[in-house]
């Protein structure tokens, strides 16, 4: 059985460990030559990176104030938009603006994928250490843990609320047979026995899965938000366990 961690009540203090620099818009293209947009916070050039990917109907400002606190504590971060969304904190979704121009059609979530590999590919490109952690808010953190299995480039995932997200044809815990890197799984109370089903098949030494103990929590990413009462609990899980992926990995 996996342990679910639970936290003591405390107040979260992010001591700055990293200047931080506002973000930088860039480009790069995925394998079926669709240009994904992306929003890169940079610390320097030797800390590691991790790939920020949204949730459904959203974009990558469902990052705007989570990626700087992650560059206090010493990460590089790409946050990306995905080809299946819409909009999050007044960022419009430019990858699917994209998609509609060149191909006409509205792509299905699991077509993101090919966005995340691209992501994975372009850090590789850039990073002193060619590898990267993924971090993924519904959707694509079922996706970000798909990805993320047998590829050497990534170190670890973070997945909040992963799920069943692509209909009745597609068992999303079929995937992880065979799942090779630390995973932090977070999920709201309501989730947990759902999640705790999905990620049987999860190797007990790799995969530590966290819920709230002060409120039912947030789904996706957005429990990281300052707005959320429990969120001072689930960023205390995320930086225990982004220590953890550093001093394995790094």
């Known amino acids: 059985m996996h342990a679910i961690v639970k936290l003591p009540l405390l107040s979260l203090a992010i001591a700055v460990s990293a200047p931080v620099f506002a973000q930088k818009k860039v ?3 995925t394998a079926d030559s669709l240009t994904v947009t992306a929003d890169m916070y940079r610390v320097d050039k030797y800390a590691p990176y991790i790939v920020l990917l949204h949730g459904e109907n959203s974009s990558r400002g469902e990052y705007r104030d989570i990626a700087p606190k992650l560059q206090k504590l010493g990460f590089n971060c790409l946050a990306v938009d995905l080809r ?8 419009r979704n430019e990858t699917v603006k994209e998609q509609w121009q060149k191909n006409g059609i509205q792509a299905v979530m699991l077509d993101c994928e090919k966005d995340i590999t691209a992501a994975i590919d372009y850090i590789a490109a850039i990073a002193i250490n060619k590898r990267c952690i993924l971090l993924g808010s519904n959707f694509s ?3 970000a ?3 993320a299995r047998h590829n050497r480039q990534v170190t670890g995932v973070v997945a909040f609320s992963p799920g069943e997200y692509f209909g009745p044809s597609i068992a999303v815990k079929d995937w992880f047979d065979g799942f090779d890197h630390l995973l932090l799984v977070a999920a709201t109370q309501r989730e947990t026995p759902f999640v705790a089903e999905l990620l049987q098949d999860i190797p007990a030494d790799l995969l530590t899965r966290f819920q709230p103990a002060t409120g039912n929590g947030q789904q996706g990413a957005p429990a990281l938000w300052k ?9 205390i899980s995320l930086m225990l366990f982004l220590n953890k ?4 990995t790094y």
């Open 145 to 147: 843990m798909k990805t």
């Open 27 to 29: 480009t790069f293209t």
């Open 245 to 248: 992926v550093k001093e394995k």
């Open 141 to 143: 953190a079922s996706l």
């Open 84 to 91: 299946h969304g819409k909009e999050c904190n007044f960022v």
């Open 227 to 235: 707005n959320d009462s429990t969120s001072d609990e689930y960023w």
